[in-house]
């Protein structure tokens, strides 16, 4: 009986996201990004410092795989075709510190919460996620959105990142979705979104 109301709940949910909010574009949205998701091996101050090296050798790393890439099929086939690498080059920073280098890099999707970025919000659903995984994993973790390569431009002016966002593929319409985070129509229609998500799982 629960489940049937949870589902007659999140069809009343995504009817009125559909009929109250005409927003349109999520789906095509989570076709167009890659997010980079990094676990630490646990909680404790040194997993957690540890995760930051390795943040940072991986996003250097794919900084330089993706300088070229123009669409988000460019930058898959880059990333799908160098998990190896990004997978040594995090072993790396992990011997270069003298910690143990055990990491698993992946390329799969994933679902996420909404998710704020200082200028940015993007919306509940399912993403492709570049995910590094360091030991058991099961420490606070790491996002961002590896592609557009938004990771290292959080403190750049707004219009370098709208600049950076249409560059991909992005639409102007999807771009003001995802920048224009103080608009209570889109909080209203991303929090009805993840409210539905979660009635499905």
């Known amino acids: 009986m629960r489940k049937a109301l949870g589902f007659l709940m999140a069809g009343i949910l995504l009817i009125a996201a559909f009929m109250i909010l005409p927003i349109h574009g999520e789906a095509e949205l989570y076709d167009k990004v890659i997010r980079l998701h990094v676990l630490a091996n646990s909680d404790s101050e040194e997993d957690q410092a540890l995760k930051l090296t390795v943040r940072d050798a991986v996003l250097k790393k794919t900084e330089g795989l993706l300088q070229n890439a123009a669409s988000r099929e460019q930058a898959e086939e880059i990333v799908r075709t160098a998990l190896p690498q990004i997978e040594e080059t995090a072993k790396s920073a992990l011997a270069a510190v003298g910690a ?54 959080a403190a750049t002016a707004r219009q370098d990142t709208e600049a950076v966002c249409l560059s991909t593929g992005i639409t102007g319409e999807q771009y003001r979705m995802i920048a224009d985070t103080e608009n209570t129509k889109y909080k209203l229609r991303f929090k009805i979104l993840e409210v539905a998500e979660g009635l499905f799982q």
Do not use: H
């Open 100 to 153: 143990p280098n055990d990491v698993t890099v992946t390329l799969s999707y994933e679902k996420y919460p909404t998710r704020e970025y200082e200028q940015l919000a993007f919306p509940a659903g399912e993403y492709l996620s570049l995910r590094v995984m360091i030991g058991e994993a099961a420490g606070k973790n790491w996002w961002c959105v590896l592609f557009p390569p938004l990771c290292m431009t």
